[in-house]
């Protein structure tokens, strides 16, 4: 079945510990993208990855990291997570580019306290 | 850079109404791709539609149907005979096909069909 999977679905955390959200998809896509949805603000792009080794910023990246050492894995990276980084997460792959339709994570819900 | 407005935050309407959702982007591309996702109460977001700049065709599949302006950068989404099921949340999204690919979501458009 094609799909992206998010790990973990939901997870609670304190300022400043270190967490990373995982993201694979096995449609071999190239475009994968993270965003945040948050009331009232829509869903905003975090980083986005054109391929393996290839990323940049989105429109809301601070506080974030992100690699794409494999096609498949594009895992989002909270060195040290704020409360105001609370919020849903999702991630999403497209074929070629992001001019194509996207197929979305689950989405993780993040708690910082 | 590019924006994406959702004008209506929150529609209600009930059972067996037509309804629009509004999207009005704003782009300096001359080519880009304009999308609507559904996202319901259950969370996921599911892709409902692409249209690149150059196809200004309306789209009709079963009670969706989409209109396309370039003349007024709207591109909006009709639900006749709107059913409980089509409540959700809306996103109209726009992105561009050079060497930047950032995707703009608009805030959402919250919809409540009433029975």
């Known amino acids: 079945e094609a799909q992206v999977t998010q790990n973990p679905r939901y997870l609670i955390t304190v300022t400043g510990k270190k967490l990373t959200v995982t993201c694979s998809q096995n449609?071999?896509?190239?475009?994968m993208s993270w965003y945040r949805q948050d009331p009232g603000l829509g869903l905003r792009q975090i980083y986005y990855?054109?391929?393996?080794?290839?990323?940049d910023k989105g429109d809301v990246p601070e506080g974030y990291k992100v690699s794409r050492k494999e096609k498949r894995n594009f895992p989002l990276i909270l060195e040290s997570p704020s409360p105001n980084q609370t919020s849903l997460y999702f991630c999403?792959?497209?074929?070629?580019?992001?001019?194509?339709?996207?197929?979305f994570g689950p989405g993780t819900r993040l708690t910082v306290t | 850079a590019q924006k994406v407005t959702q004008a209506q935050t929150e529609i209600s309407v009930v059972e067996k109404e037509d309804v629009t959702l509004d999207c009005v982007y704003e782009?300096?591309?001359?080519?880009?791709?304009l999308f609507w996702y559904k996202q319901p109460p259950s969370g996921e977001l599911v892709f409902l539609i692409r249209?690149?700049?150059?196809?200004?065709q309306n789209e009709i599949s079963g009670r969706y149907s989409w209109n396309f302006q370039k003349s007024t950068s709207s591109f909006n989404f009709t639900i006749t005979a709107s059913q409980v099921v089509d409540s959700a949340v809306y996103f109209c999204?726009?992105?561009?096909?050079?060497?930047?690919?950032?995707?703009?979501f608009g805030i959402g458009t919250k919809l409540q069909v009433i029975p």
């Open positions: 999403a792959s497209s074929g070629a580019a992001a001019s194509y339709e996207q197929y």
């Open positions: 449609m071999n896509h190239e475009y």
């Open positions: 990855s054109m391929n393996v080794e290839v990323t």
């Open positions: 782009t300096r591309d001359t080519t880009y791709y």
């Open positions: 249209r690149n700049s150059f196809d200004e």
């Open positions: 999204a726009l992105t561009n096909s050079g060497g930047y690919q950032k995707v703009t």
